[in-house]
């Protein structure tokens, strides 16, 4: 167990429509990192907050956005879904960012995000 | 255009051999590397790190080595053993700290690790 939480486990839904993914870092962690993995192919990073601000964006489609609130979990809103947008969305948190051991990043279980 | 190149999408070896699964990344401004396994249906979990001002780092069955000329690390596996099989990711940080721009955090395309009963 990482002690990074993300829920739900698993979410179907239907074309053109809006999800919310929530995740809870571990305890003390600072940074949050959002990844999408499709099929077998490998990590894209899409976005990193760290204590609440954006750090970072990646390959984030303008249809996604994302946020850190005050207690420091995460929320990845994905809207006018699309079928290719069916993956699995992976959280990561770490202590914070830079050099050495902080880059150690601890992944959720990931949500399953299914579009009919 | 990807920085972190995992060349080899599998890799099948015999139970009890080294299994070597290797990384090229592309720019020299990347000063932290790790890897990842991934089972399936799981998050990947961290593996082991080097960073750019060592060429090695070992952790029991496991060995990275840095190739920084090269722009290469590779990771060693020995003795490989059937629990092993999985994806194994690499990934390149660039620093920046807190209040950076320029902080970067790459992951390569995976290599599946099959180790062989």
């Known amino acids: 167990d990482s002690g990074v939480t993300q829920t739900p486990k698993h979410l179907i839904t239907a074309t053109g429509q809006r999800v919310t993914l929530r995740c809870s870092p571990r305890?003390?962690?600072?940074?949050v990192y959002w990844y999408q993995q499709s099929l077998d192919q490998g990590l894209q990073f899409l976005i990193h907050?760290?204590?609440?601000?954006?750090?970072a964006k990646g390959n984030i489609l303008e249809r996604f956005s994302a946020q850190q609130f005050p207690d420091l979990h995460s929320e990845l809103n994905l809207s006018s879904l699309e079928l290719g947008d069916s993956a699995l969305y992976f959280c990561?948190?770490?202590?914070?960012f830079g050099r050495g051991s902080y880059n150690e990043q601890f992944f959720g279980p990931g949500t399953r995000l299914t579009v009919l | 255009d990807q920085q972190v190149k995992q060349n080899s999408p599998s890799l099948s070896v015999q139970e009890g051999r080294i299994s070597i699964l290797n990384c090229d990344y592309t720019?020299?401004?990347?000063?932290?590397f790790l890897w990842y396994k991934k089972y399936p249906a799981e998050g990947p979990t961290f593996l082991i790190s080097?960073?750019?001002?060592?060429d090695k780092n070992e952790d029991g069955r496991f060995t990275v080595f840095l190739n920084k000329s090269a722009k290469h690390l590779s990771l060693h596996i020995v003795p490989s053993q059937p629990g092993d099989s999985a994806v194994y990711f690499c990934?390149?940080?660039?620093?920046?700290?807190?209040?950076?721009?320029?902080?970067?955090?790459?992951f390569g395309t995976g290599t599946r690790l099959k180790v062989l009963a």
């Open positions: 990561a948190s770490s202590v914070a």
């Open positions: 305890s003390g962690d600072l940074s």
């Open positions: 907050y760290y204590n609440g601000e954006e750090r």
């Open positions: 720019n020299s401004m990347f000063d932290y």
């Open positions: 080097i960073s750019s001002i060592k």
């Open positions: 990934a390149a940080v660039k620093g920046g700290g807190v209040g950076s721009g320029t902080y970067k955090y790459i």
